[in-house]
């Protein structure tokens, strides 16, 4: 039977923490094409968010996402098959093969609200009809959840406009929680969250392919790419505009560098503080980073970067910073199932493994298959559980390989093929 669903998201993308609204996106058009009449409720104001010009990489379960939902028939992503490696100053140490998809935020929100709610976009200018089994879709944008009750397997969300300030409210068959690692709806329903800093920033940026030197270009086409240098690296690919264009020449590079930086220091607080003045909790936006901060954090390491790093990051003219956290919920589900905490919301794991995306449509295609009684939610609950701390150590692991002392990444090693072997064994 067609159920009435409300899926609340929340936060601006920042590093390669998308999958609030990603998740939230996804679940809605899945659950809109199943028939059921759905409502996204989204903080921010403006309906078509900002993306940084973030890049977005992804696998097979975002693939099989899209052959399944999308109906506009768009080019999505590039297909990267190689990896290369530099270390310190020299460019070319390394190089392997791997399958992976890049494409930007950007797009991929512009896609799944094209699909979702029929919002047009530079991107998708005449979105596709719905499908005839398809429910109803709305998307309301400024509104901020509030509280939530529930009663009689009823649901209520309430929430505020956080233009006029006007209260209201909806009620739903079921709630998805896909509001981030800050999400409100876990607060609200009380749900367990273990959260912790992991001891480094993002700083991110892009720049357009046509700024580029010639020598650089052709070394960062080659897919993704990495430089390693002594607790820290930077990893760069190419990706489509917002609006889709992947003609060479007129897409970007864009590079994401991991900095360590202790927590409550007084650099981390000089990083995190804007141009406006204000000190962020997490993330400083393009455009208020503090410039003489960002010259001289990138002058310390500049000497030991390969030549086309070093250049991509100096003619990065409105980068942007994050701090790294991880987090991990261990219940899934709230108020007899009525409330659903999917994506990060659910867990945020470090963003070296570029899964956000790809966890984001697996809880979608799983929550799928137990509506459809393929298999059951506690089938469900086990499932993006145990994803979700093989991600979050294997994250940690990755982190530690690149940031952290070799006693730290020994010992994420071993969390890591403990945790494995335990989960190999039936524990």
């Known amino acids: 039977m067609p159920q009435s669903i409300v899926v609340y998201i929340d936060r601006v993308p920042v590093a390669l923490k998308v999958g609030g609204s990603m998740a939230g996106l996804m679940h809605g058009l ?41 109906e506009t028939g768009l080019t999505s992503a590039f297909t990267s098959d190689d990896l290369q490696f530099a270390y310190r100053r020299r460019a070319n140490i390394f190089a392997s093969k791997m399958k992976y998809k890049l494409t930007s ?47 009689d397997g009823i649901v209520t969300v309430h929430y505020s406009d956080v233009t006029s300030g006007k209260a209201g409210s909806v009620t739903a068959d079921l709630v998805i929680g896909a ?32 700024f580029l030197s010639k020598a650089t270009l052709d070394y960062f086409t080659n ?20 609006a889709g264009v992947f003609e060479p020449g007129e897409r970007l590079v864009n590079w994401v560098w991991y900095y360590n930086v202790a927590e409550d220091s007084p650099e981390i607080a000089e990083i995190l503080t804007g141009t406006d003045g204000k000190l962020r909790k997490n993330t400083v936006s393009s455009g208020l980073v503090n410039p003489q901060v960002w010259d001289r954090v990138r002058a310390a390491v500049d000497p030991r970067m390969a030549a086309p790093f070093a250049e991509l990051l100096g003619k990065t003219d409105q980068p942007f910073v994050t701090k790294v956290n991880d987090a991990i919920c261990s219940a899934p589900r709230h108020c007899d199932g009525r409330v659903v905490l999917v994506g990060d919301a659910l867990t945020t794991i470090r963003p070296h493994t570029a899964l956000a995306t790809e966890q984001a449509a697996r809880h979608c295609l799983l929550l799928g298959k137990a509506r459809k009684g393929e298999i059951s939610m506690e089938d469900w609950d086990h499932e993006v559980c145990v994803y979700a701390r093989r991600m979050l150590l294997l994250s940690r692991l990755v982190g530690e390989l690149g940031q952290g002392s070799t006693w730290m990444f020994l010992k994420s090693v071993y969390r890591y093929l403990m945790f494995m072997i335990r989960l190999k064994l039936g524990g």
């Not at 999400?183 to 749900?191: D, P």
């Not at 367990?192 to 357009?208: C, E, I, N, S």
């Not at 993704?224 to 990893?235: G, H, W």
Request: proline share 6%; hydrophobic share 35%; glycine share 8%.
């Open 30 to 70: 899945q659950l809109k094409r199943e028939g059921n009449d759905v409502t996204i409720l989204e903080r921010e104001p403006i309906s078509e968010r900002s993306s940084h010009e973030a890049g977005v990489g992804f696998r097979t379960s975002v693939e099989e996402f899209l052959r399944r939902f999308d």
């Open 105 to 151: 935020w950007g797009l991929l929100y512009r896609i799944l609200r094209a699909n979702f709610d029929g919002f047009a976009s530079t991107a998708c200018p005449q979105p596709p009809p719905s499908r005839k089994e398809d429910g109803n879709a709305t998307y309301l944008a400024g509104r901020q959840v509030t509280d939530i009750q529930y009663a």
């Open 179 to 210: 509001d981030g690692v800050h999400s409100i709806v876990r607060e609200l329903v009380k749900a367990p969250m273990v959260k912790q800093y992991a001891g480094y920033v993002a700083w991110r940026g892009t720049v357009p392919e046509k």
């Open 223 to 242: 897919g993704l790419s990495f430089n390693l240098m002594r607790r820290t690296y930077i990893v760069c690919y190419v990706i489509p505009t917002d």
